[in-house]
């Protein structure tokens, strides 16, 4: 079976641009999640989507946001980007909503320049 | 607040030699436990975890973990490391009555000597 894809995976932007991330959930899993990993920390919770519905927000500006389609795939939009937003962004997903374990995608590495 | 200190930032050990990575977690009960790893330029892969039951759970690629209520630990073992398990290694925890979303400690990078 396909684990979590995510597209693309490697993305340079300028600052003040606008970027779309995609990711793909392993078949039947309902649930998706957002991490940020900047260089040398450990992944920072975003957002977690179920069923279409936002189910959690981490602690990261309007400038962030996201949705989830009917087929469970979700989309990460960052708007107005600052060079600190360059990172490795990361999409798990899981059969449902805790206490079940989340399966990471490879991520998708963008550089703000 | 829900948080996870793994206190050593990188450790080297030899290959054949033992493994000990630790995890503290701060929570007011007994929380999801995980160890996921990662390899450079990679996604996080999840070694094991710990919901209930047995304290001692075991994982893929020989490793184990132990939880301990009393010292609020998780910590990761493996009794004989190979070049191959050079990564970066994460606990993280998920907060009963949350969402799901986990939290991460910073890691650490473990490095293996041949």
């Known amino acids: 079976d396909a684990g979590v894809t995510q597209s693309p995976t490697h993305l340079i932007k300028t600052r003040g641009q606008q970027v779309t991330l995609r990711c793909s959930p392993i078949?039947?899993?309902?649930?998706v999640s957002w991490y940020q990993q900047v260089l040398g920390q450990g992944p920072q919770f975003i957002f977690q989507?179920?069923?279409?519905?936002?189910?959690g927000r981490g602690n990261f500006p309007d400038r962030f946001s996201a949705r989830q389609f009917p087929n469970y795939s979700s989309e990460l939009n960052v708007n107005a980007l600052l060079l600190g937003d360059s990172a490795l962004y990361l999409c798990?997903?899981?059969?449902?909503?805790?206490?079940?374990?989340?399966?990471f995608g490879p991520g998708t590495r963008l550089t703000v320049t | 607040a829900q948080s996870v200190t793994q206190p050593d930032i990188h450790i080297t050990v030899s290959e054949g030699a033992s493994l000990e990575l630790r995890c503290n977690y701060s929570?007011?009960?007994?929380?999801?436990l995980f160890w996921y790893v990662q390899s450079p330029g990679q996604g996080l892969q999840l070694l094991l975890k710990?919901?209930?039951?047995?304290?001692l759970v075991q994982g893929i690629k020989g490793f184990e973990a132990e939880f301990k209520r009393s010292q609020s630990s998780f910590n990761l073992r493996k009794p004989s490391v190979h070049w191959s398990d050079a990564a970066e290694y994460f606990c993280?925890?998920?907060?009963?009555?949350?969402?799901?979303?986990?939290?991460f400690g910073k890691g650490t990078k473990l490095s293996v000597k041949p």
């Open positions: 710990y919901f209930s039951g047995d304290t």
């Open positions: 993280a925890v998920v907060g009963r009555g949350s969402q799901g979303n986990l939290i």
């Open positions: 078949s039947g899993h309902k649930s």
């Open positions: 929570y007011g009960a007994t929380p999801y």
């Open positions: 989507y179920y069923e279409k519905e936002e189910r």
């Open positions: 798990a997903s899981s059969l449902e909503l805790a206490p079940y374990e989340q399966y």
